[in-house]
């Protein structure tokens, strides 16, 4: 099932800022949300809120080395950083869920963006590359939608509603931008034009399948994790967005999900130490326990090296280096923390890690 809506900006607490928004809004008309109280739908609206320019911090950092590792620690404490990208500058980029903020590291200089001049409800949790260098984030455990334009401004998208959340987040091939909605049951596209698309997921209002991250497959699929019910799932971009389902033996948790770029696909398990393995032309899945020296008994983020290799982050101090078999080729720790979370590997070999221990560390292979 879809239903169509707009995000709605939400209003300022800055009076330049309300005034900005103010403007969009009579550009654009009446803003709708997903249904009226009587659950007849409505006709769409369409817009994208204004991008403002929000106060930033600076921060020059001291980066400490550790042998491979080097990190450095953010001003701040218990800011909860969750996710890192990498920009198409070199800058890296990284959420902070306890303030509700992004920062981006360039070189040793931190800029801290403050997001939430624009709303108190803002929130901070996963990237997500979207067209003409825009940076995309949810908002999670909020259902708010943000992305920082290439040139230091803010987007950002209000709720569909107060029970919305918004989780994992990825581009489409065709430009859209999905993210997931865990409380709602549903995963959302989000098209050029602000138009929001949500397509159920759980029938039941999310209580039995809460989708979890999501990344962009090959052709018109988009391939996102169910974690309550063990399954992996697929959502056409065009059509009526019909969803496939696919279990992952084992009645685990899938967690996160990476494209391997031959039309298969990585899933790490959360209370297993062990992979999930898809291919996406027969929908078969297979189980790939890890080999080694295992600090845990569950996996955190994972990204894919440019030689097929797999890099996975555990909910401890140890970043592990693994290969297509499960064979684990390297074990990192990083120093001072103890739950390393997002994990991105840069262009030029390097991976990222963000620690929740406010720690941003970049491993050299």
Known sequence: MAATTSFRPRGARLPILVIALGVVLLAVGIWFVAGRSDGSPVTPAQGIPVAVAVPTRVTELTPVGHGAVTTWKIPVALVGLRSVAIGPDGR????????????????????????????????AFSFGWGPDGALWFTGYPGGSLGRVMPDGRVNLFESRGEAATTLGIAAASDGSIWTTDPNLGAVVRVGSDGTVTP???????????????????????????????????TVSTTGDHGITRYTVPGLVTPRNIVAAGDGTYWVTLEDKAALAHVDGSTGHVAVVPLHGAIPTDGLNDLALAQDGTLWITTPSDTVLHVSTSGRVLARVAIAGASYADGITVAPDGAVWVAARDDIIAKITP
């Open 199 to 233: 397509v159920v997921v759980s029938a039941d209002g999310g209580r039995t399948q809460r989708p979890g991250f999501i990344v962009a497959g090959s052709g018109d699929q988009m391939w996102f994790t169910i974690p309550d019910t063990s399954q992996v799932a």
């Open 92 to 123: 890296v980029w990284v959420t902070e869920q306890n303030l509700a903020e992004v920062a981006s590291l360039d070189g040793n200089e931190l800029t801290r963006y403050a997001v939430t001049a624009i709303s108190d409800n803002a929130g």
